[in-house]
């Protein structure tokens, strides 16, 4: 591999890891506003906003675990026919 290709390779991986930053925050901030949403048409208190908040930092945490899960994976994939490539 040659020094730009490793470069940009690394590059792809910095944008993919700093990307996952923004996943849980997101699920945090999309379920306060759909808590939020119910709350005004069911004219309930701030309990709705609350665990729609909570369930999409759950739901982020899940889809980050799961977005590792697939990168390691398709690590050990490439590594390993690194290996059987004269």
Known sequence: MRRGEKQSDLWAQIGFYTS??????????????????????????RVITLLFAFLGAAGGVVEVLQILLRAEKRADRNNSDAGTKP
């Open 20 to 45: 996952l930053g923004f996943i849980i925050p997101g699920g945090v901030v999309a379920g306060y506003i759909l808590g939020w949403f119910l709350e005004r048409w069911l004219h309930t208190g």
